[in-house]
């Protein structure tokens, strides 16, 4: 695929990505802007918001940061308000927003339980309801980043499993209620994907990080170009007849489970 034809592929469309200050989501944010697209990146803090701006207009497109956190629904309205008031349209959504830390179930209290179900799960349903009025009907995309633990369990990890979990059911069930609109709803799911914070909170040691090494099928570690190339591949035409598929892009990571996650397993 040339590189001009990459450029215009997007042109002209709008992307709204929450959680899009850092990491994969920042990632997937900077290459729908190589594509073309106009970005808003949504996240609670300031300095990375307008951090990330610059990295997206680095690459070459108009960006917008929005200050809202995704589990206030009307936080959420307003965000989106501003965005769709700002560029006129809304075609692609990534609800990236999520938290993480390892904890046993009997360790872990229920306000950090509700916490990581509340961002993750809560706050993708949130940004999808708060979004509908404004997305581009037919033709806008709605992509939820996920995670191996919605299907493959996990020790440390009960909060997460719970909520991906629920994430990747309300893409199916959107994906049923919105195709009618002419709206696809898509799931990814990335695996261990190097550089990033998920990554260093489950594996911040050189052993622990050479141990999942080990566990990949396809023997490295991932990287955010691999995450944010599949999502391009989901938002394009070329995907235009997928709606209410979760894309896994872990190397192949989670087909032996998840039980090497327990720190030295």
């Not at 900077?30 to 697209?37: D, N, P, V």
Request: glycine share 14%; net charge neutral; aromatic share 6%.
């Amino acid at each position: 695929m040339s590189g001009a034809f990459q450029t215009q592929l997007l042109a002209g469309k709008h992307a709204f990505v929450t959680g899009g200050t850092s990491g994969i989501n920042l990632g997937i944010a900077r290459r729908l802007a190589q594509a073309g697209a106009r970005l808003s990146v949504l996240g609670r803090n300031v300095e990375r918001g307008q951090q990330a701006v610059h990295v997206l207009q680095e690459a070459g497109t108009e960006a917008a940061f929005h200050q809202a956190d995704v589990r206030e629904y009307a936080a959420m309205e307003r965000a989106l308000a501003e965005a769709v008031g700002r560029w006129g349209r809304l075609d692609i959504l990534v609800n990236g927003a999520a938290g993480n830390f390892p904890a046993p179930a009997l360790g872990m209290s229920s306000n950090g339980f509700r916490a990581v179900v509340d961002i993750d799960l809560v706050g993708t349903f949130n940004s999808c309801r708060a979004g509908f009025q404004h997305l581009q009907q037919p033709g806008a995309v709605v992509v939820n980043v996920s995670a191996p633990q919605a299907y493959a369990p996990a020790p440390f990890q009960a909060h997460v499993c719970a909520a991906k979990a629920g994430v990747d059911m309300l893409t199916r069930v959107l994906a049923m209620e919105w195709g009618g609109a002419g709206v696809r709803v898509v799931a990814i799911t990335p695996g261990p994907i190097a550089g990033t914070e998920g990554m260093q909170r489950l594996a911040g040691s050189a052993e622990d990080a050479a141990r999942v090494v080990r566990t990949v099928p396809l023997g490295r570690l991932g990287t955010v170009e691999d995450v944010a190339e599949a999502v391009l591949f989901l938002v394009s035409p070329a995907a235009s007849f997928i709606t209410g598929a979760v894309l896994v892009c872990d190397g192949g990571w989670s087909l032996g489970g998840l039980g090497h996650l327990v720190p030295g397993g």
